[in-house]
């Protein structure tokens, strides 16, 4: 499963650009997000799915809740299947084209963290 991060009806990194443009004061509390590889400039009309490490990643940086706080419109988290065409991946993010997407669910923000948490208890007690 693959993850996209929705605010309103667009991705997460797009609705941050438009609500909490470069020299806004939030941008002072923004946790470190150097981990990533910025490589979506590279596939312009692209979008960009987290991987499940690299979702536990997004989460445990603080930059998930981060995002969520200073977007204006209410977060999602879009439950995507494989792609059909890969454009760039790595053990955190795939990047693919919109149309290839094939998402299976939506779930809000904190109903998508209770559950992704109890996922990842659950797979480190077995």
């Known amino acids: 499963m693959y993850y ?4 309103g ?3 997460i990194y797009a609705a941050i650009d438009a609500d909490c443009p470069a020299g ?7 946790p470190d997000g150097s981990w990533l590889k910025k ?11 987290w991987t499940g ?7 445990d940086s603080g930059l998930f ?8 419109e209410d977060v999602v988290v879009q439950l995507v299947k ?12 795939v990047i693919c084209k919109p149309e290839g997407i094939r998402p299976v669910g939506s779930v809000p923000f904190e109903e998508f963290l209770q559950g992704f948490q109890e996922l990842s208890d659950e797979s480190l007690n077995k």
Do not use: C, F
């Open 4 to 7: 996209r991060v929705l605010s």
């Open 9 to 11: 009806t667009r991705g």
């Open 24 to 30: 806004d004061s939030r941008r002072n509390t923004k």
């Open 39 to 49: 490589v979506g400039n590279d596939y312009l009309g692209a979008v960009s799915l």
């Open 53 to 59: 490490a690299g979702m536990r990643k997004y989460i």
């Open 65 to 72: 809740a981060w995002h969520v706080a200073v977007v204006k």
């Open 82 to 93: 494989l792609p059909a065409e890969i454009l760039y991946e790595d053990d955190l993010q």
